[in-house]
């Protein structure tokens, strides 16, 4: 096996297939692969295990991983370009018990076309969330699962808000795309360079819009409400099932329900979805794989907190009275926005209830 050309058509492969992560597993005879496509891995084949070391040195050279370094994880990061497109592609090795798993990340879409009606976001949702970020301050979340797209949301957001007179700051962890004319900082926990000190560096930078990668612990959760009150815009992101949870998870970190009720502007929950595929109507061809499914698109749930919602926060109410609530007031439940794309088409009803019945 010519190992560069085998690497280079594992990645053309992936690419034409629009594969997010490629996973190379050591099994017990063979290094078998398997590509993640609209969110669910499919094996696209396997090489023997004299073929598997070769091809494993080769990508940790092409990704700047030390290759005698086996026993420890390690993470790298090449550039390839693809039919005239340069694609960023994130190299994570791991021990196993048959030898090192890589996993590769390929990070093709450029944030800067992206648009939130690209998201898939209905015109009232897009108008809801425009109303939010225009807002002059505030804590914006965007909450979902691992894969759910918030990051992509994030920068969707950012897109529309930035603007000359203003300084745009990200904390990232990583950093996956380069947003022109913003001020993106790479978190490095070995360094000592974690969300919470970052963030604090960064409010003595005189920023107007702060986004941060994610909010993990009550200190960088307490930085960020406190940036938000001091009439900073704040974008971040929650692991949280729906909207109206992330009250209740900021809550449970300790936050102040006054402090929450007055820095929170809105809340953005969502999932990814799979869409029908138009070539075969979803009953399975070459096009798809024979999954019936082909590209996703995003549903969302949009809260958008005013101060006729701030006596139940502070009055710390249960969630499903939060719930309905919000609900009353016009906010779609991410079961509703899926259900509409099924009932237009764009999906099955297996697919919302492999969406929604995690979520409820």
Known sequence: MDTASYVNRLLE??????????????????????????????????????????????????????????????????????????VDVRVSSMPTLYGEKLVLRLLRNR???????????EEEEQKRLTEIIRRPGGLILVTGPTGAGKTTS??????????????????????????????????????????????????RQDP??????????????????RAALTGHLVLSTLHTVDACSSITRLLDMGIEPYRIASALTGVVAQRLVRLICQGCKGKGCDDCRQMGFKNR???FEILSVKEDF???????????RLRQNFRKAGMRS?????LEKVMTGETTISEYHRVVDVYE
């Open 13 to 86: 492969e992936a690419l034409d297939t629009r594969a997010s992560d490629v996973h190379l597993e050591p099994r017990a005879e063979v290094l078998q692969i398997r590509q993640r496509v609209d969110g669910f891995l499919v094996p696209v084949g396997s090489v023997s295990k004299e073929e598997m070391y070769p091809l494993i040195s080769r990508l940790k050279v092409m990704g700047n991983l030390d290759i005698g370094e086996k026993r420890l994880p390690q993470d790298g990061a090449l550039t390839v370009t693809h039919r005239g497109e340069r």
């Open 111 to 121: 944030p800067e076309q992206m648009s939130l009606a690209e998201l898939g976001m």
């Open 154 to 203: 994030l920068y969707a957001i950012l897109q529309e808000l930035n603007r000359e007179e203003v300084n745009v700051v990200t904390l990232e962890d990583p950093v996956e795309f380069q947003l022109a004319g913003v001020n993106q900082i790479q978190v490095n926990n070995k360094a000592g360079l974690t969300f919470s000190r970052g963030l604090r560096a960064v409010l």
């Open 208 to 225: 107007n819009i702060i986004m941060v990668g994610e909010i993990r612990d009550a200190e960088t959760a307490d930085i960020a409400i």
């Open 297 to 299: 698109t995003g549903v």
């Open 310 to 320: 701030h006596p139940l926060i502070v009055d710390r109410a249960p969630l499903s």
């Open 334 to 338: 991410l079961s509703d926005a899926m």
